[in-house]
């Protein structure tokens, strides 16, 4: 069901200069590829001066905010309860066995013990180890070489208790990104689609050819640009953008 790919099996697999023909050495070979865009690296060009900056300011704010007393404001049971009911049935469980299917059927009895311990995360900062883990299932992508990591889609089935924390938190900040976001942002919003900026493209094309006139069009790809980019220089936009959830998180 994932991405409709069939699963596909390979016995040999390369990277760089790295050949696995057996299940212990393929594996080393899965841990260190998935590893590679999970740690951002320094490139010589890179502006360190500025990444010892941001790190130093993110501390001095982490600090201010601490010392308001203020803290991240508490979940209340309206808030899980529409987190629960988002979670979409039918997919798979996670490495604990627990699906969305646990957690709907006995709603009303589990709220008040997850309110409880979601407040406990926000109170103390800090997400326990054993909810950042998951399953990642490797996906050939279409028509791609088996034999190369990149060939595949790493697909993660997290924690079904975490993705609760998760919705939470990004109904929070969603909230404050929609007042800045520009309008023709159609990628990660709800409610719009691509078509829409596809739309706008051919038009613009058109247009272009009408009045003869030189169009210049400038595509990114972006892949795993988002886990290749220096988090703490993330974190400090979302600071200045006004989103306070503290990185110790």
């Not at 991240?72 to 899980?80: C, F, L, P």
């Not at 924390?165 to 909230?175: A, E, G, H, N, T």
């Given at each position: 069901m994932q991405r409709k790919t069939p699963l596909t099996n390979t016995k040999i697999l390369?990277?760089?200069?790295k050949t696995a023909e057996d299940g212990?050495?393929?594996?080393n070979i899965w841990q260190e590829h998935f590893q590679q865009p999970a740690t951002p690296k320094l490139e010589e060009s890179?502006?360190?001066?500025?990444l010892e900056l941001v790190e130093i300011q993110n501390n001095i704010i982490e600090s201010i905010e601490r010392e308001k007393g203020q803290g991240?404001?508490?979940?209340?049971?309206?808030?899980?309860n529409k987190a629960i009911e988002k979670l979409k049935a039918g997919k798979a469980p996670d490495e604990d066995g627990i699906?969305?299917?646990?957690?709907?059927?006995?709603?009303?009895?589990?709220?008040?013990?997850?309110?409880?311990?979601?407040?406990?995360?926000?109170t103390y900062l800090d997400v326990p180890i054993f909810l950042k883990t998951g399953i990642l299932t490797p996906i050939l992508k279409k028509e791609k070489d088996k034999t190369l990591p990149s060939s595949y889609r790493g697909i993660t089935v997290t924690k079904t208790f975490?993705?609760?924390?998760?919705?939470?938190?990004?109904?929070?900040?969603?909230?404050?990104?929609n007042n800045i976001q520009n309008s023709l942002q159609r990628g990660f919003t709800e409610g719009v689609s691509s078509l829409c900026a596809a739309f706008l493209t051919s038009e613009a094309i058109a247009e272009s050819k009408k009045l003869k006139i030189l169009l210049i069009l400038i595509t990114l790809d972006a892949e795993k640009a988002f886990d290749k980019l220096n988090h703490e220089i993330l974190f400090n936009k979302l600071y200045h953008y006004g989103i306070t959830i503290y990185h110790a998180i």
């Open positions: 390369k990277l760089n200069d212990p050495s393929i594996m890179f502006d360190t001066e500025k991240i404001d508490h979940v209340n049971v309206k808030e899980v699906s969305a299917e646990h957690y709907k059927h006995v709603m009303k009895e589990l709220t008040p013990f997850i309110v409880h311990l979601l407040n406990l995360i926000l975490a993705k609760i924390l998760q919705s939470i938190l990004k109904d929070r900040v969603d909230s404050a990104f």
